[in-house]
């Protein structure tokens, strides 16, 4: 089995179907995950199902990484890949095997009989906006000193629910759901072409030890600073969501509707960019999403304080809710490299020298 996905994932177009059909028999027709899987049949429809077991196999088999030493895009490898030899994310094909095994006993065990549970399993299979999207994620990341913990083990491949992802998939559904959206198209291209991307997937990095382009954020090498966990994304989805949600001129009864739900918080001061401080507008945003300009963009999403090459110790790094925000083209150029308290502390400075010259 193991050479037959090794044939899978060498060729030029993967298939996921392929690798379904070749391999999900191992826990198929085994007699001590069949009754599991028997229970997944039953409890969801054939297309619910199967998402259900692409997820499961991509989760524990597989892995998008960057194709070296170009650094251009990825290529699903599996985890005993060569490129991951002496990784913390290899993993061997029989290790593979428990991860999955273990996922499919919780989740027909004890998992899916909590209906909250339930509700956000179907909240991803019916409102994903990434392949194979499911609630896994790592337990936790090795310490940045440790150099022997594999992060990809039995026991650290876990399902997840909390409160934030609840949140977040049921603000999903309603915005993309045309019966509860006022402008159902829109926020489908927002969380497209905007959210995904600055949420999950990393940038293009052509220095320092772990270079990146495009990588899932939780599949990149663990000691990186580009590096997050999937429930801390979502949280990031959920933060940027929510800005949006209060940019000057956001439709008024829609946002109250959220509020009513405490899917949104009470109380939300309008965005702003957080160099420029000019009130972020909402109707622009949605023009220039609409209507784009190649090469142009007055939204942008970037981090407070630029993560650090290379340095995940950094006080003022990391891919977090609370380091991310819209951002405005002028204030993004403006700031460039520098933390916001540095490029807040410049413009002090430059409003000083202008006032001491009479020139503001």
């Known amino acids: 089995m193991q050479k037959i996905i090794d044939q899978l994932i060498a060729s030029d177009r993967f298939s996921m179907k392929l690798l379904y059909d070749s391999a ?25 199902y199967k998402q259900i077991a692409f997820g499961i196999l991509r989760h524990a088999f ?10 251009e895009t990825t290529k699903f490898r599996t985890r005993w890949y060569s490129q991951l030899s002496g990784d913390p994310r290899e993993c061997s094909f029989n290790e593979c095997v428990e991860i999955a095994q273990d996922l499919v006993f919780t989740l027909t065990g004890v998992w899916l009989k909590n209906s909250e549970n339930l509700e956000v399993l179907t909240l991803f299979l019916e409102h994903g906006i990434l392949p194979y999207e499911l609630p896994i994620d790592y337990v936790e990341r090795p310490a940045i000193n440790d150099m022997a913990t594999k992060i990809h083990r039995k026991g650290n491949v876990v399902w997840i629910v909390d409160e934030n992802v609840i949140r977040t998939l049921k603000l999903r559904q309603y915005l993309t759901n045309p019966q509860t ?4 198209v829109f926020f489908k291209k927002v969380l497209d072409d ?4 600055k949420t999950y997937l990393t ?22 600073v580009h590096f997050s966990l999937r429930r801390v994304c979502i949280a990031i989805e959920y ?15 829609f946002r109250e509707m959220l509020q009513e739900q405490e899917i949104l918080p009470q109380a939300m001061e309008i965005s702003r960019c957080p160099i420029t401080l000019e009130p972020l507008v909402f109707q622009k945003f949605r023009e220039e ?8 963009s007055n939204f942008q999403v970037g981090h407070l304080n630029p993560l650090k090459l290379d340095d995940p110790n950094s006080l003022i790094a990391g891919h977090t809710p609370g380091n991310i925000s819209w951002i405005s083209a002028n204030g993004n150029r403006i700031q460039g490299s520098m933390s916001l308290e540095e490029v807040r502390n410049l413009l002090k400075q430059i409003t000083h020298n202008y006032e001491n010259e009479g020139l503001a």
């Open 181 to 184: 959206s006022p402008d159902a």
């Open 62 to 71: 597989l892995i998008e990484l960057v194709k070296i030493p170009g650094i």
């Open 194 to 197: 905007k959210i995904k991307i």
């Open 239 to 253: 933060e940027l969501i929510t800005q949006l949600c209060a940019f000057e001129g956001f439709p008024e009864n």
């Open 24 to 48: 999900w028999s191992i826990f198929s027709t085994n007699k001590a995950t069949s009754d599991s899987i028997n229970i997944l049949r039953n409890d969801f429809s054939n297309n619910k």
């Open 289 to 296: 999403l609409m209507n784009p300009t190649h090469g142009k």
């Open 203 to 224: 940038d293009r990095v052509l220095t320092g030890l772990y270079k990146t382009n495009r990588e899932k954020r939780w599949e990149v090498h663990p000691r990186s």
